[in-house]
């Protein structure tokens, strides 16, 4: 992917969030505490990515919540949770602030009597 198509992106996502949010207006991207839901997929990805290049404060980390619900099979749901935190230690080691979240519990299978 080109740089240009990238900066062109980024710019969308920093209008919306200004469209949105007012107090992303008034205040320096600095200040802000931001947090965005990743599942793995395309789209998710591609907005954690231009919010890295947005919000790359190092007095407030972007916050990156991937939400396990084991719905789908273990081996897939699991897959998806790998993958997101390894792009985000990918990305951390790029040089972008950000905390890794990981919510779900995994429900205890029921014994048979």
């Known amino acids: 992917m080109t740089k240009s198509v990238v900066n062109e992106f980024d710019s969308i996502v920093k209008e919306q969030f200004v469209l949105n949010l ?27 990515i231009s919010l890295c290049h947005i919000f790359n404060s190092k007095k ?20 998806d949770v790998f993958f997101v935190k390894e792009l985000c230690n990918s990305l951390k080691k790029e040089g972008f602030n950000k905390k890794y979240y990981l919510l779900g519990k995994r429900k205890k299978k029921k014994k048979k009597v």
Do not use: M, Q, Y
């Not at 007012?22 to 954690?48: H, R, Y």
């Open 22 to 48: 007012p107090e992303f207006s008034t205040k320096k991207i600095d200040d802000l505490k931001v947090g965005v839901a990743v599942s793995g997929g395309a789209d998710s990805v591609s907005l954690l």
């Open 60 to 79: 407030n980390p972007l916050n990156v919540i991937t939400v396990n619900h084991f719905i789908r099979p273990e081996e897939e749901t699991c897959g």
